[in-house]
């Protein structure tokens, strides 16, 4: 299994865009399904969406008007941007990844936080 | 979207007793092409990412103690620890990889009583 890295800023502020990067280990992110997933703190499990090595995207329709997954295969990496960010987008984010399209989440990132404020 | 309900939302269980906890989806997760479940399981520790355990509704994810099963299709599934043990103490999440958006359940925490 490939092992995961999120890094970004800690600390975004409203209305302003939030930026991460998962980087990819043991294994090649030309290959595979690659989300990104949040848990807003004490709650549950919400999917953002997918970027397959292609290029092609899947985004949760709650979101999609404000996300873009891409992948960078030069530093095996992929990255979420989240815009137009609230309170509400106050969260853990995980990056993971899956073997195929119809697939479970196999490898995960460790998370990292990313608070909303002023 | 497919709806994923948990219950109970959580439960305190003796130590080597037994844990049920269910998962039903809004919609049938089954594909009848292959007669497979799209469901997953998933543990996660406090401070840790989740971690599968079960696939296809019942296959059991390698390094994962037989003492985790999972059962059920179409709608209704389970998730069984046969015997608790307090290492099994987490939070466990069903997850439907059948449609997109893939969605979760809310989570059942698990206790030592």
């Known amino acids: ?118 | 979207d497919i709806v994923m309900t948990q219950s109970p939302d959580s439960l305190a269980v003796s130590l080597g007793e037994r844990a049920t906890i269910n998962c039903k989806s809004s919609q049938s997760v089954l594909y009848s092409s292959n007669n497979k479940n799209y469901l997953a399981w998933y543990q996660q520790k406090p401070g840790q990412p989740p971690k599968v355990l079960i696939y296809w509704a019942s296959i059991r994810e390698s390094g994962v103690p037989d003492r985790f099963s999972g059962s059920g299709s179409g709608t209704d599934f389970t998730l069984t620890i046969s015997s608790l043990q307090a290492e099994d103490v987490a939070l466990y999440y069903c997850q439907q990889y059948y449609r997109t958006p893939r969605t979760f359940g809310q989570g059942t925490k698990v206790e030592i009583k």
């Open chain 1, 1 to 118: 299994q490939v092992q995961l890295q999120e890094s970004g800023p800690g600390l975004v502020k409203p209305s302003e865009t939030l930026s991460l990067t998962c980087t990819v280990s043991g294994g090649s992110v030309s290959s595979y399904y690659w989300s990104w997933i949040r848990q807003p703190p004490g709650k549950g499990l919400e999917w953002i969406g997918y970027i397959y090595y292609g290029g092609s995207t899947n985004y949760n329709p709650s979101l999609t008007s404000r996300v873009t997954i891409s992948v960078d295969t030069s530093k095996n990496q992929f990255s979420l941007k989240l815009t137009s960010v609230t309170a509400a987008d106050t969260a853990m984010y995980y990056c993971a990844s899956s073997a195929g399209d119809y697939h479970w989440f196999d490898s995960w990132g460790q998370g990292t936080l990313v608070t909303v404020s002023s």
